[in-house]
C-alpha cells in the first residue's frame, strides 16, 4: 500500500523559509516522479515543481528562484525547501507520485498517488 506523508508546514512571515517533507512508503521515489502542489480553498490545485527518477527538476514560475525540490534516495523522502516566502504563497502543500512518466512534471491528472497535505501560512 502506498502512502505519502506531509510534514514541515506551518505559519512564517513574510520573507521567511520552510522546508517541507514528504515520507513515502509502498513505493521507490527513485523509480518515480514525484511533485509539490499546492491548492487555495475555492481555487484549482496547481503544481509548484517535480523532479523525475533522473533528478531532473521543473518548476513553476512562482516558486522559481525560491523554491527547490531535492529528495534523499535512502530515506525515500521528498522535500520542498521554500525561501523568501510570499503571502500569496500560503495554501494546503501536497506531494504527489506519478509511476509512469518520461520527464518530470506537474500534470496534476497523471499523479497516481497523494499525499493528505501539510497547511503552509505566510503572513505580511
Known amino acids: 500500500q502506498v502512502q505519502l506523508v506531509e510534514s514541515g508546514g506551518g505559519s512564517v512571515q513574510s520573507g521567511g523559509s520552510l522546508r517541507l517533507s514528504c515520507k513515502a512508503s509502498?513505493?521507490?521515489?527513485?523509480?518515480?516522479?514525484m511533485a509539490w502542489f499546492r491548492q487555495v480553498q475555492g481555487k484549482e490545485r496547481e503544481g509548484v515543481a517535480g523532479?523525475?527518477?533522473?533528478?531532473?527538476?521543473t518548476y513553476a514560475d512562482p516558486g522559481k528562484g525560491r523554491f527547490t525540490i531535492s529528495r534523499d534516495i535512502a530515506e525515500n523522502v521528498l522535500y520542498l525547501k521554500m525561501d523568501s516566502l510570499k503571502p500569496e504563497d500560503t495554501a494546503m502543500y501536497y506531494c504527489?507520485?506519478?509511476?509512469?512518466?518520461?520527464?518530470?512534471?506537474?500534470?496534476?491528472?497523471?499523479?497516481?498517488?497523494w499525499g493528505q497535505g501539510t497547511q503552509v501560512t505566510v503572513s505580511s
Open positions: 509502498g513505493l521507490r521515489m527513485s523509480l518515480q516522479c
Open positions: 523532479i523525475d527518477s533522473d533528478s531532473r527538476t
Open positions: 504527489a507520485a506519478d509511476r509512469y512518466c518520461t520527464k518530470p512534471h506537474m500534470m496534476v491528472a497523471d499523479f497516481d498517488f
